[in-house]
């Protein structure tokens, strides 16, 4: 059906195989399904439209596959995913040299499916106020707050993904969640 991900990992340490059980074994198609719309959805908030953000997932599924070898099996397989993200969008700034979001990255096409559940809980005009207002966070409290409730990932692997320690980033989200507070009441920073 797929194609299957065959690797060799250095250790075959019996401890290891409890970690991310056969996730070397699984075929392709599976990890690209279980992941695609989280990856999509993170770089959709982030790239200038759907086109790029729907390009740069395009990129990293490629990257997956290309690099599956230097996958650490001993690390969640979403972080090591979600880093490859992170990174490619990173190198999509460095081309463009363009750091803010563009409003309209966020709105998603009616028939997009990934984004049923936030379209319930916000309209669109909620959407674009949030952006403006996730805007006038820094650039770590936006990567954060991105991957913690966009891309779903818990702090210890948003902290992998960034390079930065598990406090860093509780602490990075709560003041990003404390000055989102402030931007909505008006107070400014």
Not at 3 to 8: C, D, H, I, R, S
Request: glycine share 4%.
């Amino acid at each position: 059906m797929g194609m299957a991900l065959q690797t060799e990992f250095p250790s075959e340490d019996p401890e290891m195989s409890n970690i991310e059980p056969k996730i070397e074994e699984r075929d392709f198609g599976e990890l690209y399904d279980e992941y695609f719309d989280r990856v999509n959805r993170y770089l959709r908030c982030r790239a200038d439209n759907v086109w790029d953000a729907d390009d740069l997932t395009t990129t990293v599924f490629i990257k997956v596959l290309e690099k599956f070898h230097q996958y650490d099996r001993r690390n969640p397989f979403a972080a090591w995913i979600f880093r490859i993200a992170h990174n490619t969008f990173v190198d999509y700034l460095r081309k463009k040299r363009e750091v803010p979001m563009e409003p309209n990255s966020w709105m998603m096409d009616e028939d997009d499916e990934t984004w049923q559940p936030e379209k319930k809980a916000l309209t669109k005009e909620q959407i674009q106020y949030l952006h403006e207002k996730m805007n006038g966070l820094s650039q770590d409290q936006r990567d954060v707050l991105t991957l913690r409730y966009f891309a779903d990932l818990k702090i210890n692997q948003i902290a992998e993904v960034l390079g930065k320690s598990d406090s860093a980033v509780k602490m990075i989200s709560y003041r990003g969640l404390r000055q989102l507070q402030r931007l909505y009441e008006g107070e400014g920073r």
